[in-house]
């Protein structure tokens, strides 16, 4: 087992204990809590593949802002949201049923497919390569994208604000 | 000069827009604005009328007014001898009552609005004489019965001047609805409104088998039917029986009004419409629909004499006595005397006008409108006396004032043409002279008797002072009655001079070939083609009608004047005669239950079953909508009807039996969608 | 030698365990973490597929990073929902919102 | 230049605009608003000098293509009947936008319903192309529920929701028809092109079918118009709806159902339709006489001229129906284009005068009395002489007094249908005597007699109110006397219809 194995176990497990640990917490501040080794987990993987900026934005976007959001959330439902409430649905059962079999199925499917070798490498400096796929042959997804995050500023502003 | 008879109406319509527009600003000038349009308008139809005795051709002028596919329905005016000797009648007439007017409503609160209808008035009844269309007609004939309402109603406050206009203006809308089936049927025969187009075709017509529509067990030919509705437009504006309730109601107007309107002119633009469309009534098979014409005059005078001799209101008697003359000359009309009834109408003008401008006088001196509340008149208003007494001479018919002339024509008429229509009129000439007789007597003869209760202001102090005027001052009015104004007198001299002289037109001789000269201006073709010819003037008939009059002035004067005979007494001798003619023959009775109180329980049952009934059904097919999807659950247990649209319920149990899956949660429906992508998954896996 | 089958297992657990969050949590902001797990497996995968399958035009990671906004918009947006939610109804447990309800 | 397209969507854009003007500043949105309506009603009377007089047929044709594939364009054109009908809308708009400067309850969305039912209308008259023309009909709908239920009076959502589920009713059994008509092209040529549509006729001799479109359109003019007994809508929803609302309502609304029986029941089902007039005139006469009755016993102002317009409409489906009578017996066309003329003439009639009287019962209920029984008032016209001349005038009008535009229309309408179906038009001529009484009995308790001294200090019409009033009493006089430039317009339409029906 060389290193690469047993960086990619090590994150396996901390994004697992992780992701399980956030939906199986009663207290949802510790599932938020927990939230933080899944993404970290994943930004190390990212490592692994050699996306470097994307492990970049994974950091600064997920765990800096996206995680700090929820548990301010939390905090600010607190009646809502507290140890007194069942934080579970009476699906449990069957939502075990689905979402197991689910996983069995996708791994059957993903395990017999014959992914052939890569078509090619990956480019060198890699943020670059990015920038350049971005700005040239997706450069519409790009500014659909940011009309999105303009439509969604507007509406969480409206949304969340105190009328008067 | 007949080219610009387009402008005879245009006057007055222009000084009603400035008076309705500018009018509260002019105030005390007012009348100046009416008058001076009605000169103008009266030189103009003077100069039309000259021309047309001095023998100018008949004038049409025609424009579209309104297109159906290819066919153009025209307007336009007419200038032939009928039109222009009626426009200088009208505009003459007019005009004195206009000047009476300007002292009869003085310091009224509403002064211009009243000078403004009269003008809008005129320039209606100007537009229907002068009319080419039944259209154009029709159009000015409802503009003066808006205006007869507007006037009728002037003293808007009063219950009763309300209850009158509109009494006047509904029944003569029956007639006028008649009329305009009639006129409708006539554009279905001709395909055109206009005068001149109908008459030729009815002429025409008349050689040939006409058509006849069923009617029950009759069969009455097309051409007849359609003379008689037009007639019933005739018959509620010239109040005829059975439309002539309103009459005596609308009374309630200003007295200028009843003079204008409702002796002078409006009244008698149905007995001009018949002269006008003539040819309409004259080529139906034996002339059949002028005999209908002709009884319905003569019942109408016979019955409105009878009712008249029992009334006590000042104006109603004149009233009753305008229907009674309106149905001498429907009479004339109708027994084939064209030129007979128009004379008539046109002599009746002045001297009815008069008598009602006279009987304004007195009733501005004396306060109230009862006759038994007057007497002795004759010395402190020698004016109005001798005025009035012109005019009641020419009424009565008596040698040689106007209605001597006019009337003894109609008796002609009848005497040659239909006897029994002659023994009924003469009978209604006696009655005439008497209730007139007794008029004179009760008012102006004997002593004063003075009014108990006078006639209330028929304005508010409110109405006074936002006019800024004050309102009259009660007592001001004197023990003894005095004369009116000169402003007032004037024009009464005048029409009793007309009254006098205007007769004289049908004096034989005046004409050429013997004849008299309105025989020789105004005369019907059809008669010559028909080869009907108008008796000449004959001395023992004239002498006979006089003597009838002069025996009627002599009955009434020896109940009445000399008091021989008490009428306590004449009332006793006649029985229940009395209280039926006093109560107008219970006619007005009868029209109140039947059309009055059964048209409203008509109207509110419609109401009741509108929202009980109608909305009803619509609110029921709602209710049972809601209440079926209420019953939701208990659906299953209900038996199906086998009637019921299967499909119908199909759906709606299809409905019921997913309903429970729509919980309406989205964990349900995610949950759903994931095991959806596992089967998709699932199937996938086979493919490989 | 970690191959892509590797990630692609991975990816599928944790796709599976944000599904399972998703499915049985009453809470909005529990279901909102829920979310950010499955999208967090999709970028994976793509990460991966990158590195694996297609790596020339680094595809993946264009499409990895448009998700990683969307998400953060979705997670702005849903969170301000929650907020608004609360405020009118006092509570964020999506059964007692059951406006759909048919 | 797209003069239809202009026109049609000018409203539109007005509503955009006010879409974002800020809420706050209503007086803003007042005048924007009325901007847009005045320039509607001045593109719409460009439309005048671009349109050829001697033509019969729809000229003006704008069209692109929409929804190729199942044969929906967007097609617009106009002809003599759909002209005025454009005119009498954009004007009418102007002048409830104008009056409607006195409602204070959320200005914004009132406008902005007001420019999008506009264009709902114009739509309506405009479209030659059934699937638009369905659109802009429904369109129609929307606004004026909104336009009840949110700003009219105490019973508004049981009258908003009456009016909406009837008249959707109507407009379900009409697509049926329409998708009846579409299906019966050959495969291949399907298409909602009207024109094209009325070329083929695709229906007639279908004979079931056929019946079945008939009635399918016949239902949803029938409740639009709306015929005895479909009517029961009409009264609560002018009750409830706010003065403008009644106003729109009774001037163009109602001239849609007409509009669809004379442009589209007419061409499209001669046979079936001329099987069925005596059936249709009988349900118009029974309609102008128990309208005149019912509305004598009204008390409410607003429910009393209500009634008047059933008793109006039924004069105009009595010329339609008389037209279609007519089918088939070429010696009384020109009787059947006098009846269709004046039923034209009775829509803008009954648009220009019933709306003037819905904004006389506004002007006196809205800031005056805050009542509308007639037995509350009396002796008006010596506090209002204004008022009472301009709301007399009107009723004269309605009730048929020549020499104003009531009387035009009623007399061709008279005189044609006279022609073609007698019994019936004398019949219906009886009700102007009931309308004359109901009217002058209403004159008589609002404004004769002594003055009830609750309202001896009311003030006169002001400025704003005369502009929204005095242009229709000048219309109604102008056209009252001299119809004839209207009518040679709308002839044009009547003789092209009749010549179909030959």
Not at chain 2, 291 to 307: F, K, R
Request: aromatic share 12%; proline share 5%; with cysteine.
């Amino acid at each position: 087992m060389n290193a690469e194995a047993l960086a990619f176990y090590a994150l396996a497990a901390m994004v697992v204990v992780g992701g399980g640990l956030v939906v199986q917490s009663r207290n949802l501040v510790h599932a938020a809590v927990s939230l933080v080794p899944t993404l970290l987990g994943v930004a190390g993987l990212y490592v692994l593949l050699h996306a470097e900026f994307v492990t970049a934005i994974q950091l600064l976007i997920y765990v800096g802002a996206i995680t700090v959001l929820i548990l301010f959330v939390i905090l600010l439902t607190e009646g809502a949201t507290g140890l007194r409430v069942p934080q579970r649905n009476e699906q449990v059962p069957l939502a075990l049923v689905v979402s197991g079999a689910l996983v069995l199925l996708l791994w059957a499917v993903l395990l017999r497919v014959p992914w052939g070798p890569p078509a090619g490498t990956l480019p060198p400096y890699n943020p670059g390569a990015v920038g350049r796929s971005l700005l040239m042959p997706y450069v519409l997804a790009f500014e659909v994208t940011s009309l999105v995050i303009l439509a969604c500023l507007v509406g969480a502003i409206v949304i969340a604000r105190r009328e008067e | 000069m007949a080219r610009l008879a387009w402008l005879i109406p245009l006057f007055p319509l222009v000084s009603y827009g400035v008076l309705a527009f500018r009018g509260r600003s002019l105030g005390e000038r007012a009348p100046y604005v009416a008058i001076g349009a009605m000169a103008l308008s009266a030189l103009v139809a003077w100069a039309v009328f000259l021309e047309q005795a001095l023998g100018a051709e008949p004038f049409v002028w025609r424009a579209a007014w309104a297109v159906g596919g290819e066919r153009v329905i025209t307007v336009g005016y007419t200038v032939d001898p009928l039109s222009s000797i009626t426009v200088a009648m009208i505009t003459l007439v007019g005009g004195l009552i206009f000047v009476y007017s300007v002292g009869y409503m003085h310091g009224d609160p509403y002064y211009a609005r009243f000078f403004a209808f009269l003008s809008l008035f005129c320039a209606g009844m100007l537009t229907m004489v002068l009319a080419n269309s039944f259209l154009l007609m029709l159009i000015g004939w409802e503009v003066i019965g808006l205006c007869s309402y507007l006037l009728i109603g002037f003293y808007f406050r009063r219950r009763s001047a309300n209850m009158a206009q509109m009494k006047a203006f509904l029944t003569t809308r029956v007639g006028d609805t008649l009329m305009l089936i009639g006129i409708m049927a006539l554009f279905w025969q001709f395909g055109t409104v206009d005068y001149h187009a109908v008459f030729e075709s009815v002429r025409k017509g008349a050689k040939e088998a006409s058509a006849v529509v069923r009617l029950g067990p009759w069969e009455v030919p097309v051409v007849t039917l359609t003379a008689l509705l037009v007639f019933g437009g005739p018959i509620g504006k010239s109040g005829q029986f059975p439309l002539h309730v309103w009459l005596p109601d609308a009374m309630e107007g200003p007295t200028p009004v009843s003079a204008l309107i409702h002796a002078a002119t409006l009244v008698a633009a149905g007995v001009y419409l018949v002269g006008r469309a003539y040819p309409l009534f004259f080529f139906t098979p034996h002339h059949e629909a002028l005999v209908w014409v002709a009884w319905v005059g003569t019942l109408t005078a016979v019955m409105a004499a009878l009712i008249a001799v029992a009334q006590d209101d000042i104006k109603r008697i004149l009233a009753y006595s305008t229907i009674s003359q309106l149905g001498f000359m429907m009479a004339g009309l109708g027994v084939l005397g064209y030129t007979a009834g128009l004379f008539h109408l046109l002599t009746h003008a002045f001297f009815k006008a008069l008598l009602f401008l006279a009987a304004g006088s007195v009733i501005h001196a004396v306060h109230t409108n009862n006759i038994k509340e007057m007497g002795g008149l004759w010395r402190c208003m020698p004016v109005t006396f001798w005025t009035f007494l012109a005019g009641f001479l020419a009424l009565a018919g008596v040698f040689p004032f106007a209605g001597f002339w006019s009337k003894d024509e109609i008796l002609l008429e009848a005497y040659h043409h239909n006897p029994a229509v002659y023994v009924l009129l003469t009978a209604a000439a006696f009655l005439t002279a008497l209730y007139m007789s007794r008029l004179v007597a009760y008012a102006f003869f004997g002593r004063y008797r003075g009014p108990e209760h006078p006639e209330p202001d028929p304005w508010l102090p409110e109405d006074y002072e936002r006019a800024g005027l004050h309102p009259p001052g009660h007592g001001h009015h004197h023990r003894q009655p005095h004369e009116s104004p000169p402003v007032m007198t004037v024009p009464l001299v005048v029409l009793a001079f007309f009254a006098l002289v205007v007769g004289f037109v049908g004096v034989p001789g005046t004409g050429p070939d013997g004849g008299s000269w309105i025989h020789h201006f105004l005369k019907f073709e059809g008669f010559e083609e028909a080869g009907i010819h108008a008796p000449s003037f004959s001395w023992p008939l004239a002498l006979r009608s006089l003597a009838v009059a002069l025996a009627g002035i002599g009955v009434a004067w020896v109940v009445y004047g000399l008091r021989w005979v008490r009428s306590e007494q004449v009332r006793a001798w006649i029985g229940p005669l009395y209280p039926f003619l006093r109560h107008r023959m219970y006619i007005d009775t009868v029209y109140g239950w039947v059309f009055v109180r059964g048209g409203l329980a008509l109207a509110t049952g419609l109401r009741w079953f509108d929202v009980h009934v109608v909305d009803g059904l619509v609110n029921l097919v709602g209710w049972v909508t809601v209440l079926l999807s209420r019953l939701h659950r208990l659906f299953d247990t209900y038996v199906v009807d086998g009637l019921v649209n299967l499909v119908g319920w199909a759906t709606r149990g299809l409905g019921s039996l997913l309903r429970p899956l729509q919980t309406g949660r989205a964990y349900n429906y995610i949950l759903v969608a994931a095991a959806g992508v596992a089967v998709l998954v699932l199937v996938s896996l086979w493919r490989l | 030698m970690i191959g892509l089958s590797h990630y692609l297992v991975l990816s599928s657990l944790l796709f599976g365990l944000g599904l399972y969050g998703v499915l049985t949590r009453r809470n909005a902001v529990a279901i909102l973490m829920g979310i950010e797990l499955m999208l967090n497996a999709a970028n994976v995968n793509f990460v991966a597929f990158t590195r694996f399958v297609d790596p020339t035009f680094v595809r993946g990671h264009v499409a990895a990073l448009i998700v990683i906004t969307l998400a953060a918009c979705e997670a702005v947006v849903g969170l301000a929902l929650v907020i608004n939610a609360y405020r009118h109804l006092e509570t964020v447990n999506v059964d007692q919102v059951d406006l759909m309800k048919g | 230049m797209p003069i239809l397209t202009i026109t049609l969507f000018l409203p539109l854009l007005g509503a955009l605009v006010v879409l974002f003007l800020p809420r706050e500043d209503a007086d803003r949105i007042r005048r924007v608003t009325l901007g847009f309506a005045l320039a509607t009603f001045v593109a719409s009377l460009l439309i005048l000098p671009r349109f050829e007089y001697g033509r019969r047929e729809i000229q003006l044709i704008e069209q692109a293509a929409w929804i190729p594939a199942v044969g929906i364009q967007y097609k617009v054109g106009v002809d003599g009947l759909s002209l005025v009908l454009v005119l009498l809308t954009t004007l009418l708009t102007v002048l409830s936008v104008l009056y409607s400067f006195r409602e204070h309850h959320r200005v914004k969305e009132y406008n902005l319903l007001f420019l999008l039912l506009e264009t709902g209308m114009l739509g309506v008259f405009f479209a030659l192309d059934f699937f638009l023309f369905y659109v802009f009909w429904e369109l129609t709908l929307v606004p004026m529920y909104f336009l009840i239920g949110i700003w009219g009076g105490p019973r508004r959502e049981y009258a908003a929701i009456k009016f909406f589920l009837y008249t959707l009713v109507g407009s379900l059994a009409m697509l049926l028809g329409i998708l009846l008509l579409y299906f019966h092209l050959p495969a291949g040529q399907r298409t909602f092109d009207v024109l094209e549509i009325l070329r083929q006729r695709p229906l007639a001799g279908t004979g079931l079918l056929a019946q079945l479109a008939f009635w399918g359109f016949f239902l949803s003019f029938a409740i639009k118009v709306p015929m005895w007994p479909f009517h029961t809508w009409l009264p609560d929803a002018h009750v409830e709806a706010p003065t403008a609302g009644s106003v729109i309502l009774a001037a163009i609304l109602l001239k849609l159902g007409t509009y669809g029986f004379v442009r589209f029941s007419l061409p499209l089902f001669p046979e079936v339709f001329h099987q069925h007039a005596l059936l249709v005139a009988g349900l118009a006469v029974v309609g102008v006489i128990y309208g005149a009755l019912v509305a004598m016993a009204q008390t409410d102002l607003k429910k009393l001229v209500a009634y008047s317009s059933v008793n109006h409409m039924g004069y105009v489906m009595l010329a339609v129906a008389a037209a279609a009578y007519a089918y088939g017996r070429p010696e009384l066309a020109d009787a059947a284009a006098t009846a269709l003329n004046g039923a034209t003439m009775e829509m803008l009639a009954h648009g220009i005068i019933t709306g003037a009287l819905f904004l006389v019962v506004g002007v006196i209920y809205d800031d005056r009395t805050h009542t509308r029984g007639v037995e509350d008032f009396g002796g008006l016209w010596a506090v209002l002489p204004k008022y009472g001349a301009v709301s007399i005038t009107a009723m004269f009008a309605s009730l048929g007094l020549p020499g104003l535009m009531g009387f035009v229309a009623e007399f061709l309408i008279f005189v044609g249908s006279f022609s073609i179906i007698p019994v019936f038009t004398a019949l219906a001529a009886l009700g102007v005597v009931i309308t004359a009484a109901f009217f002058l009995w209403t004159i008589q308790r609002i404004f004769l007699g002594p003055t009830n001294p609750r309202w001896a200090h009311l003030p006169d019409l002001d400025r704003r109110e005369m502009w929204t009033l005095v242009p229709l009493v000048v219309l109604m006089v102008v056209f009252g006397v001299y119809p004839k430039p209207l009518l040679d317009i709308i002839n044009l339409t009547s003789s092209q219809l009749v010549a179909m029906l030959r």
